[in-house]
T-cell receptor, first 111, second 112 residues
Framework: DADVTQTPRNRITKTGKRIMLECSQTKGHDRMYWYRQDPGLGLRLIYYSFDVKDINKGEISDGYSVSRQAQAKFSLSLESAIPNQTALYFC??????????FGPGTRLTVT | AQSVTQLDSQVPVFEEAPVELRCNYSSSVSVYLFWYVQYPNQGLQLLLKYLSGSTLVKGINGFEAEFNKSQTSFHLRKPSVHISDTAEYFCAVRDSNYQLIWGAGTKLIIKP
């Protein structure tokens, strides 16, 4: 079984809808991250969490919110989706090093 | 502030030819460097990393990279590429506070 899982894998939604992307991990890591990937822009950090009580904004947090429900679960929400949030979203985890482990990604399309 | 530059957005190369993917960085903290690979429709996985020690780092699938402090580079090389190496490759440098700063990625295109 995969160490980092993301649901859903693909989602099409309409402008203005609220949507939640979920991430779960079995690696026992404290640190979790949400990124978005756009062609030619690499990975941009949306939010990160170092434990259940520690949530931090990344470089592009506007329009997004997160919830760390447990050590193993970190959810990303788009409160009111807009077309320029169409992207590939990745969850990642890390332990006591800088190496990060990625989920398979969620492809989100906002129409 | 830390930054990473991958100058080539795409690198086309013939199968069985050598390849070099370029990465330059700037960092004000101790340098940790990473190369990740993203195969089509998959997440990213670690190819190799430099934390300290030998400047020549060997990774999976026959890739290696050399840390050059004077040139602030960490170029990725493979002596002979295969069609299965078709992927996007990302260079990253550690930031403070357990974050990674990412390059824009380089797509490796293998020509038969």
């Amino acid at each position: 079984d995969a160490d980092v899982t993301q649901t859903p894998r693909n989602r099409i939604t309409k402008t203005g809808k609220r949507i939640m992307l979920e991430c779960s991990q079995t690696k026992g890591h404290d640190r979790m991250y949400w990124y978005r990937q756009d062609p030619g822009l690499g990975l941009r950090l949306i939010y990160y969490s170092f434990d259940v009580k520690d949530i931090n904004k990344g470089e592009i947090s506007d329009g997004y919110s997160v919830s760390r429900q447990a050590q193993a679960k970190f959810s990303l929400s788009l409160e009111s989706a807009i077309p320029n949030q169409t992207a590939l979203y990745f969850c990642a985890t890390s332990g006591n090093s800088y190496e990060q482990y990625f989920g398979p990604g969620t492809r989100l399309t906002v129409t | 502030a830390q930054s990473v530059t991958q100058l080539d957005s795409q690198v086309p190369v013939f199968e069985e030819a050598p390849v070099e993917l370029r990465c330059n960085y700037s960092s004000s903290v101790s340098v940790y460097l990473f190369w990740y690979v993203q195969y089509p429709n998959q997440g990213l996985q670690l190819l190799l990393k430099y934390l300290s020690g030998s400047t020549l780092v060997k990774g999976i699938n026959g890739f290696e990279a050399e840390f050059n402090k004077s040139q602030t580079s960490f170029h990725l090389r493979k002596p002979s590429v295969h069609i299965s190496d078709t992927a996007e490759y990302f260079c990253a440098v550690r930031d403070s506070n357990y974050q990674l700063i990412w390059g824009a990625g380089t797509k490796l295109i293998i020509k038969p």
